[in-house]
């Protein structure tokens, strides 16, 4: 099943709630893109996406992710690896 279809389907069995459409995991850490990022109203966004997502609103934000997930991804993990080695 298509990422789309996972996530429509994931919509349809629970609307209500703080759907997580970018997730990733670093170091023990789980970070995600969600409800608060794409619902927020402020211009500040301190998730996941770097802003992709932001205040966009739903709708725009699981297509947004479907598309252009893999890259927002890649660009964070490739990020967090370069802190990662900063700090050692
Ligand atoms: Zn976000």
New binding site residues.
Partial sequence: MGLMKKLAAKRLRNPDEHMTVLKLKHMGRTMT?DKR??CAEGDK?Q???GGA??GKGEDAAVENSVKRGNEILDAVRSELNRQTELEL
């Fill in positions: 893109c990022c794409y966004c998730c996941l996406c997502n932001h």
